[in-house]
């Protein structure tokens, strides 16, 4: 009912409002452990409230938050954050957002991992395709990954500013290989282990 008003009043601006995006953008980050969702709303569009919702499996959701009131504008775009304070830790977080309960966001996932400093994780491990090494790396500095032979000669590197390094099974032998993490401000290192498996 909302929509039809506004519409009878703005004759000429409106569109359907189901037949095209209502979002210019949608976009994740992780900082210090909390989920960050910035999205904004394209020139010409608008909705009555906007809810977000999480899950952990992608098909059940969970409603987080729920923002009253007009959201978007006729005339110019505009800009929305809001900050999961509380995502579930070691698990991969998915989002989606509702306006007004006529439209739906496409969904965004993130990995939330709650890593100490001086550690990492390797999941899965043993690999016997594709593994995730993750680490804390909340100042965003560059880090760099070293795989180590059976003499112990390096025979991979990687470098990354993120959070994770991606170790890929045919770049391997099977066999158990050593590594290590090395962050190229601080000169902190971390070593680790990984055992590949065979195809």
């Known amino acids: 009912m909302f929509r039809a008003i506004l519409c009878s009043l703005m004759i000429g601006l409106c569109t359907p409002f189901e037949s095209q995006s209502i979002l210019a953008s949608f976009n994740i980050d992780l900082s210090n452990g909390k989920v960050l969702l910035a999205w904004t709303i394209k020139s010409g569009s608008i909705c009555n409230g906007m809810q ?4 952990q499996d992608s098909v059940e959701y969970e409603l ?9 504008d006729l ?57 995730d090494l993750y680490f804390n790396n909340d100042n965003q500095n560059q880090w760099i990954l070293k795989v180590y032979g059976d003499f112990g ?6 470098t990354t500013n993120g959070t994770k390094f991606i170790l890929d099974r045919s770049y391997f032998s099977s066999g ?20 590949f498996l065979s195809s």
């Not at 989002?95 to 400093?117: A, H, P, R």
């Open 75 to 131: 005339s110019s775009p505009v800009s929305y954050t809001f900050t999961d304070s509380e995502p579930e830790l070691n698990a991969t977080n998915y989002y989606k957002i509702s306006f007004g309960g006529t439209q739906e966001s496409n969904v965004l996932s993130i990995d939330v991992y709650n890593i100490l400093n001086n550690s990492y994780l390797l999941k899965p491990n043993p690999v016997s395709g594709i593994s």
């Open 64 to 72: 987080i938050e729920d923002i009253q009131g007009v959201c978007g």
């Open 52 to 55: 977000i919702f999480r899950s």
């Open 153 to 158: 000669d390096v025979i991979y590197t990687d």
């Open 176 to 195: 158990k290989y050593y590594f290590s993490l090395e962050n190229l401000n601080t000169r902190n290192i971390i070593n680790g282990k990984v055992l």
